[in-house]
């Protein structure tokens, strides 16, 4: 039963950071980010948000996480107004490495495509 509660506390945390990157936070750093997916602890009290962003540049990825490490607090207060639970949890940000290792994939999957091509000529 506590794994349907888990659930259920970890989709309304993701629908509610991205509803509060989109309208309260007005930080630039922080523009196009999507929340992918929260990961909370069996006690409730830490959450890892997992996010992604369009750009491919380190730069623009130091910034971003600068900014969300920035915004943590105001998020918090935020899930605390709009989730009621006894304490809400602290809040991490991390980058989600599944968007960057999918590239990879494709990235090899088109190299073997154009040696199998270079072969074939």
Known sequence: MANYRLGRVRQEILKEVNDILYHQI?????EGVTITDVELTGDLQHATIFYSTLTNLA???????????AASGKIR????????????????????QS??????IDDLLDQIKSEEKDQKD
């Open 26 to 30: 007005k930080d630039p750093r922080v």
């Open 59 to 69: 730069g623009q990825r130091q910034k971003t996480e600068a900014g969300l490490k």
């Open 77 to 96: 207060s935020e899930l605390a107004k709009r989730i009621s639970l006894y304490k809400v949890p602290e809040v991490v940000f991390e980058r989600d």
């Open 99 to 104: 968007i960057d290792y999918g590239q990879h």
